[in-house]
């Protein structure tokens, strides 16, 4: 292996061999001596990978550092130095790493793949502007990350422009904008643009300027002939405006000259793509008497496909689902016509696994122990999602789950009819969907290897009750994903619950959207604390957050309580947060451990409970 008569002792094919030999010692060695050229960036490459595969990662970074500054376009480099920033806590970092990676137009699914695992877990932004253009690109992938899990920060990142920043201080000294200014200005922030199309935009004074833009719009003579960058703007404010569900307070003023404008409209029998998308930020065009007729005059507007292309699509595809039987139970009638209502949730892209894993696999990634994971003999494995809604959670779980067979049921039909659609959008032919409540199940003779029910049990009349049937449909040893609300994490929620009398009737949108304009207004503590949930930002997540029909909270004594009637074994939470990973590790399968630390850390689970369980032999 030697080459004593090369300037290089070493070629790089030998490096690789010894890397892939698992040498990384002798690597380290060659790569700090005299044997190897120290100007070539591929050598602080390799040195670089043997530290990070000898756990030595602040070496790692100064070596992955040290190539990128011989060649700033090693792509390799700037990937691999991304990764191991994520590893010690520094995404915003990473997020510069994989943006100066893109600069050079190699390996970009990889890059925005990771840029997109970086970005989750950003919670300062500062100096991340700069990155807005990759970032504006990312928005537009639609299957690398859950635009829910990056709103905030895209939200922080995108007011660091100083466009947006001038906008926003006039409104708030209260001047008046020109309107096609503004219109013009904003067509060009990429960012804010393509994250409107996708996501409820989770900043307050971000709102207040689109609502004024929106308003201004409604009460202006806009020209025939705007400029391309102009309209770009006001498509966006109308699709964001449908992915928040209508949740933006609209005065009785707006109400009426809306009213007029749809009239006007009706009796002309046709209407400019403007006034289209004016329409469309205030109401969905199909429920407009005109709007099927007269909409799909512009077929192409990406506005005219969801409002209602999709929406006549998906009434097709309820024709055929299978009906398990009639809602009896009364809780289960309320909460049906509640997602009647407000299909939940309304999602336009999601997160999936580009890989599909084995049980073993999904278990590993998640750092949970399962104490015996059934033999597979080759047969699809079958998955249960008790509660599907709009199909986000089944549709991945399909990409999820190794050769799986999936059943997803839910009580509201025109949820499921939106996850018809997403599951079709996505290629996808292993899902099966019927419309049925989970106390319907006692006589499903199907049995399953894993059942998810998340975010579900906890609306039912008796958890406990829904819990045991989901239980029988169990095989043996089979494995349970639960989702509950903490009881201690949503103090917030529940001060919100006694400022509202009766607040398990059903509440309409424009009451809900009444109540959040004047929540927005307020200086309260749970006020502020309301707004640091995603859900406070869209109608149906809202409706869900605090004005459902029926609600549980548990604590962690209480699952114990019915883990151990119905003899499953707790497994582990699934965790995210960096903060308590450390801790994870040592007691995620022993719930009074996590008692106490849920006690001493009550925001833990704000999302809700999220953990494994099997059935015990």
Known sequence: MTKSTQADTYTDQDLIELCNAGHFDEVKRIAQSHEVDHERAFVHLILGYSHAATNDLNAAIVSYETAVHIQPDYVDALNNLGLLLIDVGRPADAVLKFHQALQYKQSEDILFANMAVALCAVEETDGLGEASGSLAR???????????DVSFAVAKIAKQSQVLQRYIRAIKSGFGLNLEE????????????????????????????????RMQLLFSDIPNALSEVMFRTVEAIALQCDVNEYVYFETPEETARLTELVATIDEVGSCSTWQLHICASYRSLHSLGWGSEIAVQHADCEVVKRHVLHFEHEQRLLQDIPFTGELENEVSQKVSAQYEENPYPRWISTYLQPNALTLPQVFSNL?????????????????????????????????????SQ???????????????????EFGIDTITYRHADILDLTNFEERFDVIECVGVLHHMENPALGWSVLRELLVENGLMRIGLYSRTARSAIHQAWDK??????NYSNTEIVKYRDDLARSETLHAKELFSFLDAYSTSELRDLIFNVHEHNFSIDEIQSILTRLKLEFCGFEIQKDTVKSDFINRNNNLESWKAFEAENPNTFSAMYQFWCQAKS
């Not at 509202?500 to 009737?505: A, D, L």
């Open 406 to 424: 999936i059943t997803a049921i839910d009580i509201s039909r025109r949820s499921l009819g939106y996850a018809m659609r997403k599951t079709e």
């Open 500 to 505: 509202i009398e009766g607040q398990r009737k």
């Open 182 to 213: 503004v219109l013009q200005d904003l067509g060009t922030e990429e960012l804010l643009l393509n994250f409107m199309k996708i996501c409820p935009i989770p900043d307050l004074e971000i709102e207040a300027l689109l609502r004024q833009l």
């Open 138 to 148: 990312l928005m537009q992938q639609s299957s690398l990350f859950r635009p829910a």
């Open 367 to 403: 750092a949970i122990q399962v104490p015996y994971l059934n033999v597979r003999d080759g047969s699809a494995l079958k998955v249960l999602i008790a509660g599907c809604g709009t199909g986000q959670q089944s549709i991945s779980a399909a990409k999820k789950y190794a050769n």
